[in-house]
């Protein structure tokens, strides 16, 4: 029996995205090869990568003017190739958790970075607001899903320099109006495909800007100018991720997907509330993540902690141990989590409350 995966990444797939993924790894489309076997320079991965570039553009509607690109790295290499490609002399940047404040330790080898609003103040439990963001700055840097905090940016700001956002860990939960942001990027491994792969959605003209010397690898140029394959590109989780892309599709898209995410983290927060042994660790509402839940035990019931660990365990279910930097319990409830996963964790908090 399959586990019911709270994992926060990487993370569940959709079964489709699984399963299709391994018969092309034993034999592509039929041709006698596996999708392991082959050149990336060859017409089979070619269909493969330019139909999944064209998938996203027309699930996030991305308007002309911008490049899709599968990149190594992970988000991680983001963090220094955002500030190497734009950044003159100044950056800014809203701190909202741990993967901020590693981006922000990245632009400072670049130059001046103007941390414009911090949540540290509060083990980073909210989204800050009311500041200003400098309008000499390159760009501005933020966050939309904080995934170890359970806090999301759910709205496309509006700011009078370029956007640069992370979201490594909310892409396609929702539509995004790509128009308002420079760059959006983000790992796959937690909404997307496997570990492996990047995705990087960029506005051409954003470029051409710095002075430095970029290295020709970590120049977006290059891989603009070579649609992603100036090297190898990670074949695999590419192949994996067209699937999932196509899974998205048939669901009916991202508009359908906000719907199904909102009754999937509402039922969750709503369990939270109303049971007397759990309390929730994000107070504003609006500030809520609707991939990754985060909760607590209330305070005269912390003693249970390790109890309903086990118990959640007991009933076939893994990843609900919450980071350690926020402690309790974290339910990552991603795309591809069936509503039905999210009944039987709320199933079991009711259970377990009546033992108590
Ligand atoms: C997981 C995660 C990262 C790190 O991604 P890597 O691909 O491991 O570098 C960065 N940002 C956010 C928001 C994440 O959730």
Redesign the pocket.
């Known amino acids: 029996m399959k586990k019911h995966n709270f994992y ?2 990487p993370s569940i797939l959709p079964d489709f995205t699984i399963e299709e993924t391994a018969k092309g790894v034993k034999n592509l489309d039929n041709i006698g090869l596996s999708v392991m076997e082959i050149s990336h320079r060859s017409k089979e991965f070619t269909a493969i990568i330019q139909e999944a570039q064209q998938l996203f553009k027309e699930l996030l509607n991305i308007p002309d003017g911008y490049s899709v690109l599968f990149l190594g ?7 220094c190739m955002v500030p190497y490609n734009l950044m003159n002399k100044k950056s800014a940047y809203l701190n909202t ?1 741990s ?2 404040t ?2 922000i330790k990245e632009a400072h080898l670049f130059g001046e970075v103007d941390e414009v609003g911090s949540s540290k103040d509060k083990n980073f439990n909210y989204i800050p607001r009311g500041y200003t963001v400098p309008a000499d700055a390159d760009y501005f840097h933020i ?6 905090y359970g806090t999301e940016i759910r709205e496309d700001y509006d700011v009078n320099i370029p956007l640069v956002a ?5 892409i396609f939960s929702r539509p995004v109006d790509v128009s308002k942001y420079a760059i959006i990027y ?5 909404n997307l495909a496997p ?1 492996g792969v ?1 995705f990087v959605i960029i506005k051409n003209d954003i470029l051409g800007n710095v002075d430095r010397q970029i290295p020709t690898m970590l120049d977006y140029n290059t891989h603009i100018k070579k649609e992603s394959l100036f090297n190898t590109p990670p074949v695999l989780p590419i192949y994996a991720a067209l699937h999932t892309l196509r899974w998205l599709k048939n669901m009916g898209g991202v508009k359908e997907m906000e719907k199904i995410n909102l009754e999937k983290a509402n039922m969750l927060y709503e369990e939270i509330e109303r049971n007397k042994l759990f309390q929730g660790t994000v107070p504003n509402k609006e500030d809520r993540s609707i991939m990754n839940v985060t909760f607590v035990m209330n305070d005269e019931y912390q003693e249970l902690e390790k109890e309903f660990l086990n118990f959640a365990t007991e009933h076939n279910m893994v990843g609900v141990k919450g980071h350690r930097s926020v402690g309790g319990f974290r339910a990552s409830i991603y795309n591809a989590m069936p509503k039905e996963s999210v009944e039987a964790l709320i199933a079991i908090m009711q259970d377990f409350e009546k033992k108590h």
Request: charge should be neutral.
């Open positions: 926060a990444g790295g992970g988000a991680s290499l983001q963090f958790g993967w901020a590693k981006a966050t939309t899903n904080n995934t170890i992370d979201m490594s860990s909310d983000g790992g796959a491994q937690k570990a990047t």
